[in-house]
């Protein structure tokens, strides 16, 4: 199949009921770009939108703008990351890859950043890093 594996492998057919008009494979095209719609959306309720309706026009324009900034940048993060960031929620971009619990040094002139002994998630930040930065040299 395309971007997406099989639901069942062992089974064949799949029975779905619909009122669109659509053909098929259309219609189940269209129900799973639905579904990533859908996710975006409580996504984005679960992190900046949770503030919105705020009551104040100006107010509401700003974290609607801050939200829409932050999650374009978090969404090019996590695919710069690993193949699991890139699919990942804002929620686990944030705690993975924006919370870092890192020390920042500076001895002659250089800054060192010390990322944890052992973290799980020091190889895609790494990678993240070396691909926005360029590897250290």
Same mark, same amino acid.
């Given at each position: 199949?395309?971007?997406?594996?099989?639901?069942?492998?062992v089974w064949r057919h799949h029975p779905f009921f619909t009122d669109n008009p659509a053909e098929t494979l259309q219609a189940e095209r269209e129900h799973r770009h639905h579904a990533v719609v859908?996710?975006?959306?409580?996504?984005?309720?679960?992190?900046?939108?949770?503030?919105?309706?705020?009551g104040h026009?100006? @107010?509401?324009?700003?974290w609607l703008t801050l939200w829409a900034m932050t999650y374009n940048l978090l969404r090019a993060a996590g695919a710069l990351?690993? @193949?699991?960031? @890139?699919? @990942?929620?804002?929620?686990?971009?944030?705690?993975?890859?924006v919370h870092v619990p890192a020390r920042i040094?500076?001895?002659a002139r250089r800054i060192t950043l010390h990322l944890p002994r052992n973290w799980p998630w020091q190889h895609a930040w790494t990678n993240l890093f070396d691909t926005?930065?360029?590897p250290a040299g």
């Open positions: 199949m395309g971007e997406q594996g099989e639901l069942f492998p859908e996710q975006v959306i409580a996504d984005s309720k679960a992190s900046a939108l949770a503030h919105l309706p705020s026009f100006h @107010a509401n324009a700003a990351a690993s @193949a699991f960031h @890139a699919k @990942a929620t804002t929620a686990t971009l944030r705690a993975h890859l040094a500076r001895s926005v930065h360029g």
